[in-house]
């Protein structure tokens, strides 16, 4: 029941985002203090901050702190990652590290040029407070400060609820592509915020070796994306829902396992969101070649690039897979329950059957059959879902960091 109903308040926008005004107000004593703090210290310091989730460096704002470091070292940064995070020792050998939500972090956001984010909360020392409750009640305070959305893929659905500027107050967010660029533009942002620059993790993605199929690799990645509704569930309902069910017979199925011996392929079971990684122990493989894989201890930015085949079924994960000109199936079992509890398509923009980078199916037996279709053209990706990779990312090289920051540069020396 409390699952039930912490559930419905994650869904509820408009009580969730008071409660989250509501939080925010509970730390202006430490805000003030902060503050206070900051200005004693004197120099601002024209930082840039830059985190993901606090609890890892895996994606397009790790990628950004390094461009940055590495081209820019005039340019003063800090990461946000808690010092017991895997990648800590790796980030500070980059360049300062912050632990998330010290009173040092609450003194750096005073000192900042920009927040620099692929999620809109962990770049601020405020347990559960997005950037719009910030700028709401403490934007008085850093009248300049300004805050850039990284994001963590590239949009596939209308998100305009959730996304939209009266809502989320972003002073930048960036697009990867032309159609993606259009479509966020509708959803209320000035003139200007929303930037069409391409996700700084697509600079290595872009540079990896693209051959048809290198050597060392017969690897299909499985990455199933999240339910919303099973959020806040006892493992009891998790265990029984289709969504496990389906998932873990698939990882089970004898044709599936057939395949993979007689090619000797591996398949690597790796969901990427971590609400589903909690539960990556209830799942098995009925093979040596069935591997359940933990984003905590592998980097999926590697596990892609090493992979030969993606079977996902709405991740966005398979565009930086169809941007390296792989192979994708969708394999989309629950279509009517996902579209019940989560995003919707924006027709006039993306749908997987219609723009997407493979074909999309809705049961395991064509499953297998589109899995052989592959392994018989040896992993190359056809050609008229190339046509479409082509089509769809205008922009493919490896200059996406190098874009954002010539934007921030300018908006800084205005």
């Given at each position: 029941m409390i699952g039930?109903?912490?559930?419905t308040l994650k869904?509820?926008?408009?009580?969730?985002?008071?409660?989250?005004?509501?939080?925010?107000?509970?730390?202006?004593?430490?805000?003030?203090?902060?503050?206070?703090?900051?200005?004693?210290?004197?120099?601002?310091g024209n930082l840039w901050l830059i985190s993901e989730m606090g609890i890892d460096a895996k994606d397009n704002g790790r990628d950004f702190f390094e461009y940055i470091r590495i081209n820019h070292p005039e340019i003063q940064t800090a990461f946000i990652l808690k010092k017991t995070a895997l990648e800590y020792k790796n980030i500070s050998s980059i360049g300062p590290v912050i632990e998330p939500g010290s009173f040092e972090h609450?003194?750096?956001v005073f000192?900042?040029?920009?927040?620099?984010?692929?999620?809109?909360?962990?770049?601020?020392?405020?347990?559960?407070?997005?950037w719009r409750e910030f700028k709401e009640l403490y934007g008085w305070m850093v009248p300049d400060l300004k805050f850039v959305f990284?994001?963590?893929?590239?949009?596939?659905?209308?998100?305009?609820?959730?996304?939209?500027?009266?809502?989320?107050k972003f002073d930048y967010f960036v697009t990867s592509t032309q159609s993606e660029f259009e479509e966020v533009s509708k959803y209320g942002y000035p003139f200007g915020n929303v930037v069409k620059t391409g996700l700084p993790r697509f600079d290595k993605l872009n540079s990896v070796d693209n051959k048809l199929l290198r050597n060392r690799e017969r690897i299909i990645l499985f990455s199933p994306t999240w339910r919303q509704y099973l959020a806040n569930v006892s493992d009891k309902e998790f265990l029984s829902s289709n969504y496990f069910k389906t998932i873990n017979s698939t990882l089970n199925n004898e044709k599936v396992l057939g395949l993979l011996d007689k090619y000797s392929i591996d398949l690597l079971f790796m969901p990427p969101h971590h609400e589903i990684q909690k539960y990556l122990h209830d799942f098995s493989g009925g093979s040596d070649h069935v591997k359940l894989i933990s984003i905590d201890?592998?980097?999926?930015?590697?596990?892609?690039?090493?992979?030969?085949l993606i079977v996902t079924d709405y991740?966005?994960?398979?565009?930086?897979?169809?941007?390296?000109?792989?192979?994708?199936?969708?394999?989309?079992?629950?279509?009517?329950?996902?579209?019940?509890?989560?995003?919707?398509?924006?027709?006039?923009?993306f749908t997987h059957e219609r723009d997407g980078f493979g074909p999309v199916v809705t049961n395991i037996e064509n499953l297998v059959a589109h899995i052989s279709?592959?392994?018989?053209?040896?992993f190359v990706m056809s050609d008229y879902y190339i046509d479409r990779v082509q089509h769809f990312f205008d922009l493919r090289d490896n200059d996406n960091s190098q874009r954002l920051y010539n934007i921030l540069i300018g908006e800084r020396h205005d």
């Open positions: 039930k109903i912490i559930y869904r509820n926008t408009a009580v969730k985002d008071k409660l989250k005004l509501l939080i925010a107000l509970l730390y202006f004593p430490v805000m003030l203090s902060a503050y206070i703090f900051s200005k004693i210290k004197g120099n601002k609450f003194v750096a000192r900042s040029d920009f927040l620099i984010s692929t999620h809109d909360h962990y770049v601020l020392p405020m347990k559960w407070v997005n990284l994001q963590h893929g590239v949009e596939q659905w209308n998100a305009e609820k959730n996304s939209n500027y009266n809502r989320t201890d592998h980097s999926l930015k590697e596990v892609l690039k090493d992979s030969s991740s966005s994960i398979s565009m930086d897979f169809a941007y390296m000109n792989r192979p994708v199936i969708y394999f989309q079992f629950d279509q009517d329950e996902f579209s019940k509890g989560h995003y919707q398509y924006s027709d006039d923009y279709k592959v392994i018989e053209r040896n």
